[in-house]
RNA sequence: GGUCCCAUCGUCUAGAGGCCUAGGACGUGGCCCUCUCAAGGCUAAAACACGGGUUCGAUUCCCGUUGGGACCGCCA
């Protein structure tokens, strides 16, 4: 008895278990909408302990392909976005949409199409001009089974028969109900004439076989969503919740598409992005909590709900990304940084291909620029004057900073640095400011010249923190040959 | 053209009928801090698309208009 009543207890808790699924089409990179909504997938599944799937949606043979999967994969990798189950492809699944299909035409659901896709393409054109509706006339709906000759099967298409009377009602999470006329939809086609699926029909059939709860997708496929929710109930299957997400937009508020830039996700991999900073930014898209801008991923599972998802679609602002991105790299533990800045360092020629370096250095170093750079890129760009032999001098900053006015302080603070045994910040502040006291001056006028002489610019960390990086040695070469560019005043 | 969705600062958003003189964030301007550049702090400009209702009272509820978007494939 008690026995039965586990089991009993553990059904309920299996069938309430939240299982959703993030089903890409292998005919791009991973890319900005495509990246929010397994987000919000994944966030879902992980506040309520659920699981997160991957499937594949790959039955359109000709636009899939391996790289495009792997680059997916990669996306989300680097996102991470961990899933439990997958990545399922569909093409392994052919089997079991042939089963399906076989069920829902010995149960007369369905029906054979004889129109060549010519004659559909030319009556839809047809019905445009005409401003109809674009809709299949059902004429094949009650034509027999055509046999070919010996039996052999002439080639045809499947479609569903959609009920003509009546509403269907999707009850969306985020939208509420939303009512269709069901007069209004078309017996779509559920498998080529080639035999293969079709999306409508796949979507359905392995949401049911993988028992999935909820599906969480782009608003753009809500009026896809009462002609699927009659093919659960031709299958006899349970409906799950649906939650039609906003769509992300350019700036020209169309949906965002590569002319309005970088939309692939590791295109901003690329371009010196943290990923935590992306998820940060895209899950902003429509969902919200309170005034709060910046979430841990913690956070993120803790707070996360459809209640504050909005309906309305929104601009992708790279700007605000930017912000977040430096945001983001100053949190970040610099010895982490040192890792992920390697590979902008080769790419920037400031190291070689493995070029051996002392990450313990560069996370000190890393330590003075990261509230100073937007992006890996910009904190590789500017470590470059720590770790290049010689510096290149902007020729402004040369003008301005490197001449007779800056010659004898210059010379007076080698001196002082060559007796030095402390090579620290702190005991480098004493020497600026007793040279600068003893002159009369401000910090500037010394700091200035001592920037351009290091750094080749005037613009750096702390001139203290930026010697003690450098290192005593590097620190009078660079001295030394700072004062040699200035012409002697003879 | 048909169907469906959406509508608060330039952008992302808060707002569940009186808490709204509409809040926060990015970006923009100013000031402060300061050895430069940042970061940070303070501050300014900046929005309820329009028209009808409902209500003692509408940003908030209803209807319409307008504007935007999506879908209408033997694509997904």
């Given amino acids: 008895m008690l026995y039965l009543k586990t089991i009993i207890y553990l059904e309920v808790v299996i069938n309430k278990m939240v299982r959703v699924r993030f089903a890409p089409s292998p005919t791009g990179h991973l890319h900005i909408g495509g990246a929010r909504t397994a987000l919000f997938n994944f966030l879902y ?29 990669e996306g989300m990798k680097w996102l991470k976005l961990d899933w439990d189950e997958g990545p399922f ?62 039996g052999s099967r002439v080639q045809a298409a499947i479609r569903f028969k959609m009920p003509q009377e009546g509403q269907t009602i999707v009850d969306d999470m985020i939208r509420g109900k939303v009512i269709f006329e069901n007069e209004q939809l078309d017996d779509l086609i559920i498998m080529r004439s080639d035999g293969s699926p079709t999306y409508n029909f ?20 809500l009026n896809n969503t009462p002609k699927q929710i009659h093919i659960y109930k031709a299958l006899g299957y349970e409906i799950p919740k649906f939650a039609h ?42 969902w919200s909590y309170g005034d709060k801008e910046i979430f841990t991923r913690e956070e993120l599972i803790k707070y996360f709900s459809f209640e504050n998802v909005g309906k309305s679609s929104a601009v992708f602002n790279p700007e605000k990304l ?51 750079a937007k992006t890996l890129i910009e904190l590789a760009n500017s470590l470059r004057y720590y770790i290049t032999e010689n510096v290149q001098y902007d020729e402004k900053a040369k003008a301005k900073f490197l001449n007779e006015k800056s010659r004898d302080i210059l010379i007076e603070l080698k001196n002082h640095i060559e007796s030095l045994t402390d090579f620290s910040a702190p005991e480098l502040e004493k020497i600026f400011q007793s ?48 004062i040699k560019t200035i012409e002697p005043n003879l």
């Fill in 322 to 372: 930017l912000w977040l991105n430096s945001q983001y790299i100053i949190k970040s533990d610099p010895k982490e940084l040192a890792e992920f800045v390697m590979p902008f360092l080769e790419n920037a020629d400031i190291i070689h291909k493995g070029q051996a370096i002392d990450m313990e250095w560069l996370s000190k170093a890393i330590k003075t620029l990261q509230e100073r």
């Fill in 245 to 286: 997400l906003p769509m992300i937009l350019g700036s020209d508020k169309a949906r965002l598409s590569k002319r309005h830039g970088a939309t692939s996700v590791m295109a901003y991999k690329e371009m010196g992005y943290l990923p935590d900073a992306l998820i940060n930014y895209l899950v902003r898209f429509g």
């Fill in 202 to 221: 796949t979507v359905v059939v392995d949401d049911v076989d993988m028992k999935i709860t909820h599906v969480i997708r782009g608003d753009d496929h």
């Fill in 89 to 150: 492809r569909q093409t392994d699944r052919f089997d079991v949409y042939r089963n399906y299909v076989n069920k829902l035409v010995s149960e007369g659901k369905v029906y054979y199409c004889y129109c060549s896709p010519e004659e559909l393409e030319q009556r839809r054109k047809d019905a445009l001009a005409q401003g109809k509706p674009q809709k299949y006339d059902g004429r094949c709906r009650n034509k027999e089974r055509v046999q070919g000759s010996e």
């Fill in 435 to 482: 040279i600068v006291e003893k002159h009369n001056l401000k910090l500037g006028p010394l700091a200035q010249p001592v920037r351009v002489a290091m750094t080749g610019g005037t613009e750096s960390p702390g001139i203290f923190e930026v010697l003690e990086i450098i290192g005593k040695e590097k620190t009078l070469k660079r001295l030394d040959r700072a």
């Fill in 45 to 73: 599944a992980r506040h309520n302990n659920g699981k997160f799937i991957i499937r594949i949606e790959d039955t359109d043979r000709t636009r899939s392909t391996e790289e495009y999967i792997e680059a997916i994969i």
